[in-house]
DNA sequence: TCCGGTGAGTCTGATGAATGAACCTGCTTT
DNA sequence: AAAGCAGGTTCATTCATCAGACTCACCGGA
């Protein structure tokens, strides 16, 4: 963590877990990551971190085994950013995280809502389908806007697809280049 | 959070909740509080933060109803800091994330064990009782320090109160005034 | 009344990160 | 040839953090 060594004198697993994944912008990426962000410039545009601070994250997070580079083309070498095993089990702690956010910190309740995609249900506050009665893993999970929120629109690639629902870790539509139709 | 209002843009209650515990030390003062600490003292010298930031932290947490102080004096005023029940419900994703720090950031293993104070087995993954089947409260969980781990001694009065089992959320011995016997 | 001690801070200068803008590279499309 | 794009790097400025000294109110003892 930005912290230099600090935390190092504590105890604690949750000091460790937070040099990882603890600094100003990681969990916000770890989160787009969920939400299908493979790229570059996706992250950039969703979150609005300035460039060199995304990249510092993202190689921070590759080399703590939370994402790893995988190439998606060659002639210009690209690779978009992917959860590791370790990554994905961020999801609990993360949508943890994020329930109580909805519950304490937002003033008119959660912009998103998160469903089981096989039965439909909506997901409790522990992660858990009520109806299958069982821990939904991120891959099964569908993410969906909240109606009951305005909320102000914003254009970039990342939220326009999330503004119908969309299936966790499933790469987002803007990874298509699209080759000359309505650029 | 510190990063102004950087956050605000995003639509995610996930960042909603950084803004109030994302910053650099807010967790580990939240995870203290879990442990009973409550004197400003306490948190000093268990964490090793510089003292202003740790005026401003709890501030903040106090002004975002994670904490709220209570007084255990008044001779010359002195109050203590302890959770709120917003507070309290921050118990399950600091948990999940302690363990994951435990599994996937920790080489050695947790430090902490974490138990049901009614019957005595390990919580799993979700921090719930195997035994009993249901989630168990931060007031019915005990802590003890994993016996697997060496781990440098530390000798601040935090850190001996939790050398044994302590039970979370009851204040620490160091909360004694303890006239004249064995300073 | 003077003296030292304690709890809970505030103040200050030095250090280090975050920010935003501009620039670079390799390749493709027009 | 010129422009565009993805994914960076470099730079000056601003902001947060750090460590340590200082403050303030009160207590308890001589």
New interface residues.
């Given amino acids: 963590?930005?912290?230099g060594t600090?935390?190092e004198?504590?105890?604690?697993?949750?000091?460790?877990?937070?040099?990882?994944?603890?600094e100003?912008w990681s969990?916000?990426i770890v989160?787009d990551a969920f939400y299908g962000v493979q790229r570059f410039n996706d992250f950039l545009t969703h979150?609005?971190i300035p460039r060199a601070v995304l990249t510092a994250r993202l190689n921070a997070l590759v080399a703590?085994?939370v994402l790893r580079k995988e190439p998606y083309q060659y002639a210009p070498l690209r690779h978009g950013y992917l959860l590791t095993e370790?990554g994905l089990?961020?999801w609990?702690?993360?949508y943890?995280?994020?329930?109580?956010?909805?519950?304490?910190?937002?003033p008119d309740g959660?912009?998103?809502l998160f469903a089981h995609a096989a039965c439909g249900t909506d997901l409790d506050?522990?992660g858990a389908c009520p109806r299958c009665g069982r821990?939904v893993p991120p891959g099964e999970v569908v993410i969906r806007p909240n109606p009951g929120r305005g909320?102000?629109p914003?254009t970039d690639p990342v939220?326009l697809a999330?503004a119908g629902p969309h299936r966790l870790l499933e790469p987002l539509a803007s990874a298509a280049p699209s080759t000359s139709h309505s650029a």
């Fill in positions: 963590m930005a912290l600090d935390y004198l504590q105890d604690c697993a949750l000091a460790r877990a937070l040099e990882v994944v603890g100003r969990l916000l989160r979150l609005g703590a085994g370790a089990e961020l609990a702690p993360l943890l995280l994020s329930r109580w956010g909805g519950r304490h910190a937002t959660p912009r998103h506050r522990a821990f909320g102000a914003r939220s999330l």
